[in-house]
């Protein structure tokens, strides 16, 4: 049912929810969604929980990943999303967006969205996706004070470190940051751009007690595994972040060199979502029947 008039609207906070699901048995599967149809199509396959990326909003704005997108963009995201689906969001908050004042900011803002956790990274600006070369890294105290700083201002939302340590200072150096940042206040690690199952599993160990989250990215340092290999490891939490975004620019790619081509889409129809699959997913009849002066939408008989 549309939010508009749905009867089983979220009555307890998101970062509530967001525990509770991560509470359940089993890992807790959160797939990239980037923007509301995405958030709707996850939520009819079975998932109980999304995940929005940095590098998808920026992308899906035409922008690389640097830490250049704003507080306020990325909350029209988390709106859009949250108000589509109702599921609890994770969202990537880069760097905070400045110092533990701008953290702060950040955190109350996302809860006001809808955000039910957010995770913090430990780069200096501007930043890289993780699976990138040359990442420069904040001080460990520096980072430890804007986690505090989140922790202090959340009011339910579920904060979660990112260290990017492990690509420059090691193992020894990710686990290091890890502790300091539960110390200050976060809820989960997450630990990233582990390039072996061996470092998952020390990570692991390493860290008893401490909640943590995969991340499997495609075309990245990380081996290909599935979420049932990384619950084996130990890991409470996997991401899917573009995975969503990739699959529909392919898509379009593909619409757009044969519109260019053939200078019609007919070619493609096969690959398209009907229309009427589009208004059920959205609602649209739902939607109509809230004000008595909109007719009901009747899909056209598309095959003549």
């Not at 004042?101 to 809860?111: G, I, K, Q, S």
């Not at 430890?144 to 690509?167: C, G, P, S, W």
């Not at 989250?213 to 049932?228: H, I, K, Q, V």
């Not at 392919?250 to 009907?274: D, I, S």
Request: charged content about 25%.
């Amino acid at each position: 049912m549309p939010y508009l008039i749905s009867d089983d609207l979220p009555a307890t906070p998101a970062g509530q929810r967001f525990r509770e699901a991560l509470d359940r048995p089993g890992i807790l599967r959160l797939p990239g969604a980037h923007n509301g149809m995405a958030a709707l199509q996850a939520r009819r396959a079975g998932f109980e929980a999304l995940y929005l990326s940095g590098a998808a909003m920026t992308a899906s704005m035409g922008l690389p990943d640097l830490g250049i997108i704003t507080v306020d963009e990325v909350a029209f995201f988390i709106r859009q999303i949250t108000r589509a689906c109702g599921l609890p969001l994770l969202v990537d908050g880069d760097t905070g967006y400045g110092e533990a004042l701008n953290v702060m900011h950040m955190v109350r803002v996302f809860e006001d969205a809808g955000a039910g956790a957010v995770h913090l990274e430990d780069q200096l600006l501007p930043k890289k996706c993780g699976h990138l070369n040359d990442k420069k890294l904040a001080s460990a105290a520096d980072m430890a004070a804007k986690v505090a700083a989140a922790a202090r201002a959340r009011r339910h939302l579920v904060v979660i470190a990112r260290t990017d340590a492990a690509a420059s200072e090691g193992i020894e150096g990710a686990v290091a940051r890890a502790k300091l940042y539960v110390e200050a206040g976060a809820d989960a690690i997450f630990p990233e751009a582990l390039t072996s199952v061996e470092m998952f599993r020390e990570v692991r160990e390493r860290l008893p007690g401490v909640r943590l989250l995969a991340n499997m990215t495609e075309f990245g340092r990380t081996p290909s595994l599935t979420a049932e290999a990384f619950q084996e490891l130990g890991y409470d939490m996997v991401i899917w972040p573009v995975s969503s975004l990739r699959v529909a620019n392919k898509a379009q790619e593909r619409l757009y060199a044969t519109l260019a081509r053939e200078g019609q889409t007919t070619a493609m129809l096969p690959e398209m979502q009907t229309r009427a699959e589009l208004y059920d997913l959205i609602g649209l009849n739902d939607f109509e029947a809230l004000d008595s002066s909109i007719a009901q939408s009747v899909v056209p008989d598309w095959n003549r």
